[in-house]
């Protein structure tokens, strides 16, 4: 006797990432944060378009979307990893309970005999954001990934940061604000933007390393005090981990692939 499931479909999530087009906008928002414009010049598609198959994206969960602190007409695009790791092992168990695909693993990159690879983080004041970045891409790589962090107005360390850094056995208390320019003579892999103003006004940096944008609000800007805005630093700083995990899982496989070349 047949123990086929008769009329079994394919699950929606295979259908959402089956366009061509959606497949493309999923693969340039995992590299970094866009704006409509910029993924219609990356995709070469109308804008109408574009705009529809992120639609699709977001009700799928695999997109999400954040007003711009820049410039309120804008929006910036998101991809979503980790949601569409989830979607992809519930597939692969909904299809057979033998196909259990593992979850996401990052392990930091080996060393190798040249330079560290270095990133620079930079947002506005470099007093919360980019300083939790830097901290935390140093912490999770045990400094085989050198980071730095700047702004381009410095203000003093926010003891929310501090705070919340040291909640994940992480002390930068003797951290100081620094302003973007000290940089710009150094080399760097990558610049990662956390503020979409100081996108606006990054400068050129030598060697032109991969730039990466992640549209956050400044968590100090929210809340009348340290106490009231505290559950908003812990809510940046979660969200500024899973991107470092993501930042060093892409920059370990680059780095694995550079090595293998002859």
């Known amino acids: 006797m047949s123990t086929t499931s008769a009329g079994a479909s394919a699950p929606d999530f295979l259908r959402l990432i089956a366009d061509p087009l959606r497949w493309q906008l999923l693969d340039e928002l995992g590299r970094s944060d866009r704006r409509v414009g910029e993924l219609c010049a990356l995709v070469g598609k109308p804008q109408s378009l574009v705009s529809y198959h992120l639609g699709e994206l977001r009700n799928g969960g695999l997109v999400s979307a954040r007003q711009s602190a820049a410039d309120g007409r804008d929006t910036y695009y998101q991809g979503n990893i980790f949601r569409f790791a989830e ?17 996401l693993e990052v392990d930091a990159p080996p060393a190798g005999r040249g330079p560290k690879p270095r990133v620079l983080f930079l947002c506005t004041g470099n007093s919360a954001r980019s300083q939790m970045a830097e901290a935390l891409l140093e912490h999770r790589t045990r400094g085989a990934i050198a980071a730095r962090s700047a702004g381009s107005h410095p203000k003093p360390l926010h003891p929310n940061a501090v705070r919340v850094m040291a909640e994940r056995g992480i002390d930068i208390s003797t951290h100081r604000s620094k302003h973007l320019d000290r940089f710009t003579g150094e080399r760097f892999d990558r610049v990662v933007t956390l503020c979409d103003k100081v996108r606006e006004v990054c400068p050129e940096f030598q060697g032109q390393p991969t730039a990466a944008h992640w549209s956050m609000a400044d968590p100090a800007a929210e809340g009348s005090d340290a106490d009231g805005n505290y559950p908003v630093f812990v809510r940046t700083a979660d969200e500024i981990e899973a991107r470092v995990e993501l930042l060093i899982a892409q920059m370990t496989s680059e780095i694995l692939k550079e090595r293998k070349r002859p």
């Open 87 to 103: 979607l992809l092992r519930a597939t692969g168990a909904a299809l057979h309970p033998a196909v259990r695909l593992a979850r």
